[in-house]
């Protein structure tokens, strides 16, 4: 609906119309428009670089930041880690100088959650606890919460989340990410009671909205399923997420990123028996990690590798 509000886009000013363009795009943002994201943030980037070198710092300023601040997001999902760590960086640098700290402290945000999925925890913490005292905004806080969660899981805490999900539970009762991240630190934890528990919560749930957060959230739960042993839910949860092959589990550009979504398919090919579809799934979600030094889920697609039968990987 909302992008029906542009039919007389071409009719705005440049930059209110890039602004606005950008705005629909991030809440119109569904796992379906990555490609299509990543385009529309492409061309503002170049317009705006183009007249910031002629008329220097102005409103265009912003619009740069925006689009870099959500192109690095479609970037991640459709695998491209570096590139969307450099758009992230260049986005830091542009607010940086120019003294806004609401959009750095948003674009750091986005550069901890990038180096907590690259498995750099230390540099991940120190940007989000820097975002956090910057402006203590309620997103941002929910950001640095978002980060913990992901360095917890990439150190083998996975049991000590516990007193996060405590912090957070009013939104665990109410947001199927929060609830589905947990479950699987649950399930990773050996506490299969707690992530059944939360797998029922997203069954009485579904179909939850198909927004920012959907593919996240079905990630989580296919691991989950299969980590609890529900091969129902573990099938249902594959066939959905089949169409995303070759893509990075995201959910929104300051949360959370659950890694290839290819290591999970495998895993459901590998429980169901179907070892020549697991290994070419995890190869490809190993090296897609590797290419970029993405080094937690490198060693979690090798891990599986190690476990199918006869495995030579």
């Not at 450099?86 to 986005?91: G, I």
């Not at 940086?96 to 550069?111: K, N, P, W, Y």
Request: net charge negative; glycine share 6%; with cysteine.
């Amino acid at each position: 609906m909302a992008r029906l509000g542009l039919v007389d886009v071409a009719l705005m000013d440049p930059v209110d119309r890039a602004t606005v363009e950008t705005e629909v795009a991030r809440a119109c943002w569904n796992p379906d428009d990555a490609d299509a994201r990543a385009a529309l943030t492409t061309r503002h980037i170049e317009e705006a670089t183009r007249e910031l070198a002629v008329g220097g710092q102005s409103r265009w300023t912003g619009v740069l930041i925006e689009a870099l601040n959500h192109r690095w997001a479609a970037r991640m999902q459709l695998g491209d880690l570096t590139g969307a760590l450099d758009d992230a960086n260049r986005a830091a640098v542009v607010a940086d100088e120019a003294g806004t700290t609401f959009h750095l402290s948003r674009v750091m945000m986005g550069q901890a959650m990038i180096h907590a999925t690259l498995g750099n925890d230390d540099e991940a913490e120190r940007l989000a606890r820097d975002a956090v005292a910057m402006s203590n905004r309620h997103n941002l806080v929910l950001g640095q919460m978002a980060i913990t969660y992901s360095v917890g899981r990439n150190r083998g805490q996975q049991a000590e989340l516990s007193k996060l999900e405590r912090q957070l539970a009013d939104l665990v009762d109410s947001n199927p990410m929060f609830v589905g991240a947990f479950a699987l630190a649950h399930a990773e934890a050996g506490q299969f009671e707690d992530a059944r528990r939360l797998l029922a919560v997203l069954r009485e749930w579904a179909p939850w909205p198909r927004n920012w957060v959907w593919l996240a959230t079905t990630t989580a739960a296919l691991e989950t399923a299969l980590l609890v042993g529900d091969a129902d839910a573990s099938r249902r949860y594959a066939a959905v997420l089949t169409r995303y092959s070759g893509q990075w589990a995201m959910a929104a550009g300051e949360l959370a990123c659950l890694g290839p979504v290819d290591r999970v398919l495998g895993l459901a090919h590998l429980a169901a028996g179907r070892a020549d579809q697991a290994e070419t799934l995890l190869t490809a979600a190993r090296d897609a990690a590797r290419s970029h030094g993405a080094t937690p889920w490198v060693a979690r697609a090798q891990a599986a590798l190690d476990d199918l039968p006869d495995s030579s990987s």
